[in-house]
């Protein structure tokens, strides 16, 4: 009965993660650095190690931009025109919000 692989096991995440990963969490930790990454077992080891992370598919979802907004509803459209929810007009939104 294999109980030599019982200490990789109480480790979790770790087993998950490459080598790549646990050097780049180690790298992050000795520079104080954040992480980019989108892999799940990598952010949760990192919040574990106080490290911060930096989610790459968020960093794209930011991209997209929503310039019309039904002014009825308050949703985004990228397309003026009457809204398809509610039948008001879809104008143009500004974007000077920064988040
Ligand atoms: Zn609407």
Known sequence: ?????GCAR??????VLSETDTGILA???ELNAAVMTDDF???????R?????????????KKRTWKYRCTG???FWSAPG??????????????????
């Open 10 to 15: 109480k480790s979790g995440d770790l087993t």
């Open 82 to 99: 009457e809204c398809q929810i509610c039948g008001a007009e879809i104008l143009r939104a500004k974007s000077g919000k920064k988040y």
């Open 49 to 61: 190690l106080e490290i911060p992370v930096i989610p790459i598919l968020q960093r794209r979802a």
């Open 73 to 75: 509803c308050g949703r």
């Open 1 to 5: 009965m294999g109980k030599g692989h």
């Open 27 to 29: 790298l992050a930790v």
């Open 41 to 47: 077992a990598v952010q949760n080891t990192a919040q």
